[in-house]
C-alpha cells in the first residue's frame, strides 16, 4: 500500500509542478507584454496620456484645496468675530465690576457715616 501512496503522492506532485508551471507561464508572457518596450511613437502617446491626467487630478486637487481654503476663512472670520463679541462682553463685565466696586465702596463708607451718626444720636441722648 506504501508504493500505491507514493505513486499517487508523485502523480500529485507532477499535476501540482504541471499546473504551476503552466499558471507561471502565463503570467510571466502577460507581464513580458506590458513591460515590453514601444516605439518611440507609443512612448509619447502614454506619457502624453498620463501628464493630462496628471494635470487633470492636480486641477481638481487645486480646486478642493481652494474651496477648503475659503471655507476655513470663512470659519475663521466667524471665530474671530465671537471671539471679539465676548471680548467686548467681557471689557464691559470688567467695566462693571469697577462700577460694583464703587457701589460697595460708597454702600461701606454710608453703612460706617450712618453707625457713627446713630452712636452720636445714643450718646446724645443718653447725656
Known sequence: MSNNQNQNQDQINSKDFLIGTLIGGIVGASIGLLLAPKSGKELRSNINEQALIAKEKG??????????TVDLIEKVKTVSSKVESAADETKEVVEGDDVEEAVEEVAVTELEETEESQDEVTENSNN
Do not use: D, I, R
Open 59 to 68: 486641477g481638481q486637487l487645486a480646486e478642493t484645496a481652494k474651496n477648503k
